[in-house]
């Protein structure tokens, strides 16, 4: 079968040279779209989008540098003219840091730009092309901005207030602009490679009220239906793709 012909729209997807991002992009190009892949990866990434195919467009991007988005961003509207999704999924990955007492300044800094104020510069350099299509901004946020495991703050801080931004943006773009958040809960998002050598146990799984841990795809196929026409009706929401431990009570036996 072949690949879908262009659809004649425009998605740039942050972080998207691995994991999460990359799955995006990949379904959204199995849809038509053309993806630019943004990522601080330029190695990869470039080698990822042409794995990809003629619908995926690399640039190298740190979203925690305002005139790397800016610049960035300029060259996505310079090479395509539009601009009609955006998915900020850059992140730092790692939610754990040092106990509280010991938490340098420079590392909670970074991981609120990273998480927090990349997704509003992205939005801020993006708003005006996405007003012109209405356009959609889905924010790939975390089950932890609602539950912790100690020694996470900068990571859980960096996610509510990526929810926070997301229903902000909402009203401050509407209604030529949906933005929405997506919050993963355990995601295997590590490469093919990598999961066939450490598969993960049957525990792991069965903790789960879905009775697994979640893929890739989980996230991807509910970030295409948000930057569909049938969710045309949805903005400032968050949706919990974790397999239902949100709503899961536990208490050590």
Known sequence: MGRPSHNGRVALVSGAARGIGLGVAAWLIAEGWQVVLADI???????????????????????????????????????????????????????????????????????????????????????AYLRAHSGVIVNIASTRAHQSEPDSEAYAASKGGLLALTHALAISLGPEVRVNAVSPGWIDSRDPAERRRSPLSGADHAQHPAGRVGSIEDVAAIVAWLLSDEAGFVTGQEFIVDGGMTRKMIYLD
């Open 41 to 127: 990866d330029r190695q990869r990434g470039t080698k990822v989008a042409k794995a990809l195919g003629n619908n995926a467009w690399f640039v190298a991007m740190d979203v925690s540098q305002e005139g790397q988005v800016a610049t960035g961003v300029a060259e996505v509207l310079g090479q395509f003219g539009r601009l009609d999704a955006l998915v900020c999924n850059a992140a730092v990955a790692a939610p754990f840091n040092p106990p509280i007492e010991e938490l340098r300044l420079s590392l909670w800094n970074q991981v609120l730009g990273i998480n927090l104020t990349g997704p509003m510069l992205l939005a801020k350099d993006c708003s």
